[in-house]
């Protein structure tokens, strides 16, 4: 593992950062184990190294501190900040940015990706800016929050724009090796508009006085503060000077292994609702357990491309992610190890071990992934309730934070994957307001839908509140009808269901409809061990009437809205499911039967053969 | 060669014996009602197993969903028939007997090797022993085996029909 970390470790140390887009090209390379000590001049925005004894000494700027080693414009196409690209490949569907606005009863799947099932920001009439305002807290800067300078002067909040700066790439979210950057302080200044200070601020170089979001449009750093209105004055810093050596140089502790606790803060996943002793003994997963970090198998190289560890075989993502088939269950699990094939004495890639299997048909290889067994937590009757980082902010301390927040994330679901197997999935509901033309819903974002239809929303008293009832249902979209100049039918997409106004003005609600349909995305972790897997309990832990993978419901409870069963979400045929459960529960006879038949057959064969060997040898007549 | 032992719950009728060693008794012996069933059920046994066993080979596709099912249940049936079949053969088989010359003798043991192999290997699968790398050479042994027991089963069908019509 050192090898290869070595081998793609690094370091540019010239100053030669026109030509670093260039692979190879005007880089310097430590190629050691040992990290390169940071020890940098900080520069700001436009280049110029900051002096922190100045009074309105400028926050740092990574692209320009970074970027004089390292390549940024290559790193910004790499996996965690390309999402707005349209030329980035979008790869398997992952976790969406899921916009929830209670009062509106809206839970709506964004992603830049072209992941089936959700909504391209600016198809929704999503802002670049409204979408740093969203999602920032757990964005690592760059892509949405760094759009090049003509599409900041062009959009509609360029005077916002310029105030805040561009959200940059905080190396740091990711990089530091200790906990001494604070990304719940960085979404802090997101959240403060801060966008240019947020990377200085949240290293704890220096601390921000003031806030972007209440500076006016035509705010101008250089001006003195406005002495009536000092919460005008915008942003200014106050350097921690102990951070800086007598050089005026910055000492950042860098690593490229971070520790799983910076992936966490926007990679976290909890189960709620669950008793207290049982987070307690709650368990990890398994490759950590065993002192693995995130970043030993997904890796990336310079391009930042990170393996996603799906294995993915197909162009273009193969050849994109050059590490992607390797670092997979199967590369490291099945792979080779320094050529030698894998056997169940040869252990892979940072030992894994040889999964044995025993008494597994391999077809259950074809039909299943490795993660439907061993990822997510142990199955029940009905899947439970799941709040991530993307979605529920966690990581920020909150005390108005509940299990019941939405939205509601199920997991484990036993869903169908793009390549037809079954995994185990998480699974949100959209739920939303939007415009059906043909077949196309477009949706409204909860703004729009309470300029249009705010009196006839329902009030809110609850926290949070339930879901609307049919009577509010139509008078929104009555509401929504009414509005001057909308293109397409007003529409209600939850629960699976379409609701629309019939030509007597009643509600309609159709299910089935593509744009109403659950959105899953696979789950990866945590990863059970063998003696902890699916299976371990013999074939009756999935073939049996009852076994959460074929008959569990997708839902909280089996009444809940949408409460499909597992086969049916899989639409596979109710009588086979039961037929199979059936022909399990005579398995042991079965059995036992046929054991006792080739028995007896293998007994026959043996003394026939011996009555033919005597025979020949003449002594028998 | 001494007459076949006839224990009195023998299901080979009296008729076919005594028999001499390649003696010339042509009388028809008729199957009983248990040898009907047995060769009933081990007949819709390797029908079923063949058919989808082998059904990608004829194009009906990847062994899974109904089909894969069929072929469980009807392992009971193979495994059913097949025994009880050889078992009641068995006696003519050990010796000469009225139309069981060696042709056909040597397929029953033939068949009843093919059988023992398709069986074994399926059967270990279904224990916790065999790895995936064990399972899948079972799995071909146990393809090889089906596809030898089919084969044979041809001459040993057109042996018997032969061996029918002469009596």
């Not at chain 1, 659950?518 to 309990?537: E, N």
Request: proline share 8%; charged share 20%.
């Amino acid at each position: 593992m050192r090898r290869g970390v070595a081998s793609v470790v690094v370091l540019g140390l010239a100053a030669a950062c026109c030509a670093a887009d260039e692979p190879g090209t005007g880089l310097l390379r430590t190629d050691s184990l040992a990290p390169y000590v940071h020890r940098l001049t900080l520069y700001d925005h436009d280049g110029a190294a900051i002096d922190p004894t100045q009074d309105d000494a400028p926050p740092y700027s990574p692209r320009m501190t970074c970027g004089k080693c390292h390549p940024y414009d290559r790193i910004a196409g790499g996996w965690h900040f390309n999402e707005p690209r349209p030329d980035a490949f979008g790869g398997r569907s992952g976790e969406p940015w899921l916009l929830t606005d209670p009062a509106t009863g809206t839970v709506l799947p964004l992603s830049g990706r072209g992941w089936p099932g959700a909504f391209a920001p600016e198809a929704v009439g999503l802002s670049e800016w409204q979408f740093v305002l969203r999602f920032g807290r757990h964005l690592p800067g760059g892509g949405y929050g760094e759009p090049d300078g003509e599409r900041r002067r062009a959009a509609p909040e360029a005077a916002r724009w310029r105030v805040s700066g561009a959200l940059e790439i905080d190396c740091l979210v990711c990089h530091a090796a200790a906990m001494h950057h604070d990304p719940a302080e960085r979404a802090r200044q997101v959240e403060a508009q801060n966008f240019r200070w947020a990377a200085t601020v949240a290293a704890g170089l220096a601390v921000v006085r003031g806030e972007a979001r209440k500076a006016p449009d035509d705010w101008d750093p250089e001006a003195p503060p406005d002495l009536d209105r000092p919460d005008r004055s915008g942003p200014r810093l106050v350097y921690d000077r102990a951070r800086f050596d007598p050089d005026q140089r910055v000492l950042f502790d860098l690593t490229r292994r971070p520790p799983a606790e910076r992936c966490y803060f926007c990679h976290t996943v909890r189960e709620v609702g669950v008793e207290e002793e049982r987070e307690l003994r709650a368990g990890r997963d398994v490759h950590l357990a065993a002192g693995l970090a995130c970043t030993d198998c997904h890796r990336n190289e310079l391009d930042h491309h990170i393996v996603r560890g799906y294995g993915a075989a197909a162009a273009p993502e193969r050849e994109l992610l050059g590490g992607n088939a390797a670092l997979s269950c199967e590369g490291c699990h099945l792979g080779t190890s320094g050529g030698a094939a894998l056997g169940p004495d040869v252990a892979g890639m940072h030992g894994a071990p040889y999964p044995q299997h025993r008494g597994l048909p391999p077809l259950h290889f074809e039909k299943m992934t490795c993660t439907a067994c061993h990822s997510g937590p142990w199955p029940d009757m009905t899947a439970r309730r799941f709040q991530t980082a993307l979605a529920h902010g966690l990581g920020l301390a909150s005390r108005e934070r509940r299990d019941t927040d939405p939205p509601l994330i199920l997991a484990p679901i036993f869903g169908r994957g793009a390549d037809g197997r079954i995994e185990a999935q998480r699974m949100v509901w959209p739920a939303y307001w939007g415009r059906l033309e043909g077949e196309r819903i477009t949706p409204l974002l909860p703004e729009t839908v309470r300029k249009l239809a705010g009196a006839a929303l329902p009030r809110v008293a609850k926290d949070p509140p339930p879901p609307p009832t049919d009577e509010q249902i139509a008078a929104v979209l009555a509401a929504l009808g009414r509005a001057e100049g909308a293109a397409g039918e007003a529409v209600y997409i939850r629960d699976g269901r379409l609701y629309r106004l019939g030509a007597d003005g009643g509600l309609v609600v159709t299910h089935g409809h593509p744009g109403a349909a659950a959105y899953r995305w696979a789950v990866g972790h945590d990863v059970r061990p063998a003696s902890q897997s699916l299976g371990i309990g013999g074939c009756t832990d999935c073939h049996v009437d009852g076994a959460p993978i074929v008959f569990g419901y997708a839902a909280t409870q089996p009444a809940g809205p949408g409460a499909l069963r597992m086969f049916e979400l899989r639409g596979e045929d109710p009588r086979l499911v039961e037929a199979w459960a059936a022909g399990f529960a005579w398995r042991p006879v079965f059995k036992v039967f046929a054991f006792a038949c080739v028995g007896v057959m293998t007994l026959v064969l043996l003394h026939g053969g011996l009555d033919g060997l005597l025979a020949l040898l003449g002594r028998r007549p | 060669m001494s007459s076949v032992p006839q224990p009195a719950s023998s299901p080979i009728p009296a008729t076919a014996a005594p028999a001499a060693v390649g003696g010339a008794a042509r009388e028809r012996r008729s199957l009983s009602a248990w040898e009907h069933v047995a060769h009933t059920v081990a007949l819709v046994g390797v029908g079923v197993q063949a058919v989808t066993g082998f059904g990608e080979g004829l194009g009906l596709g990847e062994l899974e969903g109904w089909r894969l099912l069929a072929h469980l249940c009807g392992a009971g049936l193979f495994a059913a028939g097949f025994t009880a079949t050889m078992l009641l053969w068995l006696p003519r088989a050990r010796r000469a007997v009225p139309g069981m010359g060696w042709v056909r003798r040597t397929l029953y043991w033939l068949v009843l090797a093919a059988g023992v192999a398709v069986m074994w290997p399926m059967l270990l699968a279904m224990l916790p022993l065999a790895g995936t790398a064990a399972q899948e050479e079972l799995v071909e042994w146990h393809e090889a085996a089906a596809l030898t027991l089919v084969v044979l089963m041809v001459p040993h069908t057109v042996a018997s029909l032969v061996a029918r019509l002469r009596c």
